[in-house]
């Protein structure tokens, strides 16, 4: 909630109210459409993204095997990866933002969660429909492209080599702080009460995000953060190497989350509330 008040020298801002936390347990919710509808949106938005992004890998690796008559410069590269999952994300932010919040992440809805913006309904039901979308955006892709997809790995995330499960394990965390984070910052209530204009930029700076934070950590862990996309990838593609790896992409992204949500909800906001408390108190 927003309204105008005078400030201290008649300059016009704008005063803001928390809207109150999401009740922990809803069982009303589950009577409701617009939950269900929620879910699919959310299953299908992760089955897209799988898929997208997953063939994209696929097509690079095509592209590059110089034992198939490809290039060692073919393909879109490690950047056009990372283009790939940022723009799907940016894509599919935008389109699913106003049915479930466009989560596509159960890294995500655990931090909306710990900061009290999802019921504990909500949030497993969501998870559970990212990590089905998954699956099934995976599996359209080893339909599709069965010939390559086992021989150049299904898209799987496990721990590159010569680097420690530490380094991995860090990898995720700061990364999937970083989307997070982000994710807080673009869809504070507060920031929209101020500026109009954030809401519908909001998906632009977490496709960005998810962009930067796939350059910097492709080479080492193929970069989760985000466990439904690991889960799919590893379910289908059901080699060892990526399931000894998988209890990195989700210790790792949800403690990433987790301190994500701490930091936005009890630092960064706690000292926005003082600050908005002094000015009242000078007005």
Known sequence: MAKDVEGAEGVTARDYEDPPPTPFFDAEELTKWSLYRAVIAEFVATLLFLYVTVLTVIGYKISSDTKAGGDDCGGVGILGISWAFGGMIFILV???????GGHINPAVTFGLFLARKVSLVR???YMVAQCLGAICGV?????FQSAYY?????GANSLADGYSTGTGLAAEIIGTFVLVYTVFSATDPKRNARDSHVPVLAPLPIGFAVFMVHLATIPITGTGINPARSFGAAVIYNESKPWDDHWIFWVGPFIGAAIAAFYHQFVLRASGSKSLGSFRSAA
């Open 139 to 143: 599996g359209f892709v080893k339909a």
């Open 123 to 125: 949030a497993v039901l």
């Open 94 to 100: 935008y389109c699913t933002a106003g049915i479930s």
């Open 150 to 154: 086992v021989r150049y790995g299904g």
